[in-house]
């Protein structure tokens, strides 16, 4: 039976990649590759500094199976609860 009390979970962007990047036995410097941006240039989106770009979920959508809109959605899940946070 499903909890219908319990939060519901918010993920960022990083803790999904890193799962992505260790069920598929890569490292952060294979994605760098994959998607042609260096490992400074990402470090942003997965601390949530920085939102994510269409451009970026399309790059993440060509190496991971999730689609573009699955990187996009869940980015602004993320950053929409941490906006409820800090108005609370």
């Known amino acids: 039976m499903k909890n219908e009390y ?3 979970e918010v993920i960022s962007l990083g803790d999904k990649v890193i799962e992505l990047l260790s ?3 890569m490292v ?3 994605l760098s590759r994959e998607i042609g941006l260096s490992n400074e240039r990402l470090v942003p989106f997965f601390m949530g500094s920085e939102e ?3 451009d970026f979920a399309e790059k ?3 190496v991971f199976s999730p689609p ?3 990187w996009l959605e ?3 899940k ?3 609860s941490l906006k409820n946070v800090a108005t609370q």
């Open 60 to 62: 993440l959508a060509k």
């Open 78 to 80: 993320y950053h929409e």
């Open 28 to 30: 952060l410097d294979d």
């Open 74 to 76: 869940l980015d602004k």
């Open 23 to 25: 069920n598929n036995g």
């Open 6 to 8: 319990l939060a519901p």
């Open 52 to 54: 994510v770009t269409q």
């Open 68 to 70: 573009a809109d699955f």
